[in-house]
T-cell receptor, first 116, second 114 residues
Framework: NAGVTQTPKFQVLKTGQSMTLQCAQD?????MYWYQQDPGMGLRLIYY???????DKGEVPNGYNVSRLNKREFSLRLESAAPSQTSVYFC???????????????FGEGSRLTVL | AQSVSQHNHHVILSEAASLELGCNYS??????LFWYVQYPGQHLQLLLK??????LVKGIKGFEAEFIKSKFSFNLRKPSVQWSDTAEYFC????????????FGAGTRLFVKA
């Protein structure tokens, strides 16, 4: 029962370095999301992919790029990390039905990123 | 644009007290509504959800929520809290148009004193 798997769980970067957060789900969900969580800010949507082959910006997309590699995998890339990107990142997936209803989100364990 | 507002950022209760956490959303169309819980050091888990039908929904661990469409509200309630309910609670909304984005409130930190 893997569900949603994120790697790495912890990462320390220097300002200006790049890195990619990987996410994979084995629930055959069509929609996947990347959220950023900071204390007192809730979860803010960075990017999402409503279905394979599509990606769209969320609330806070600046400084990030994403790739929906296939139905299972959705990666988040930081091209030039900044201290303001120090945060916990959660990947999530769900199923969206043709009629519009969308199921609950299933979350990964989170990736804690520190940018020095 | 969708938005979610949670009224209380921090709540402290004694065991056996009743709980009500407020949630209001802004969205003009049909919505799906959720409450998630995040225990310390863990990821978010679903407490309950509303898609349609009976506006009073029951979730896990004795939680329930009532959808009041006229007030754009989806408040979470529990008659008697336990120490193990100490966690952060998030209300979330997804509209059936506009990209199907799930938007979260800022969260409410609940601390239950034993």
């Amino acid at each position: 029962n893997a569900g949603v798997t994120q790697t790495p769980k912890f990462q320390v970067l220097k300002t200006g370095q790049s890195m990619t957060l990987q996410c994979a789900q084995d629930m055959n969900h069509n929609s996947m999301y990347w959220y950023q969580q900071d204390p007192g800010m809730g979860l803010r949507l960075i990017y999402y992919s409503a279905s394979e082959g599509t990606t769209d910006k969320g609330e806070v997309p600046n400084g990030y790029n994403v790739s929906r590699l296939n139905k299972r995998e959705f990666s988040l890339r930081l091209e030039s990390a900044a201290p303001s990107q120090t945060s916990v990142y959660f990947c999530a997936s769900t199923h969206r039905w043709a009629g519009g209803n969308t199921g609950e989100l299933f979350f990964g364990e989170g990736s804690r990123l520190t940018v020095l | 644009a969708q938005s979610v507002s949670q009224h209380n950022h921090h709540v402290i209760l004694s065991e056996a007290a009743s709980l009500e956490l407020g949630c209001n959303y802004s969205y003009g169309g049909t919505v799906n509504l959720f409450w998630y819980v995040q225990y310390p050091g863990q990821h978010l888990q679903l407490l309950l959800k509303y898609f349609s039908g009976d506006p009073l929904v029951k979730g896990i661990k004795g939680f329930e929520a009532e959808f009041i469409k006229s007030k754009f509200s989806f408040n979470l309630r529990k008659p008697s809290v336990q120490w193990s309910d100490t966690a952060e609670y998030f209300c979330a909304v997804i509209g059936n148009t506009g990209g199907f984005k799930t938007i979260f409130g800022a969260g409410t930190r609940l601390f239950v004193k034993a």
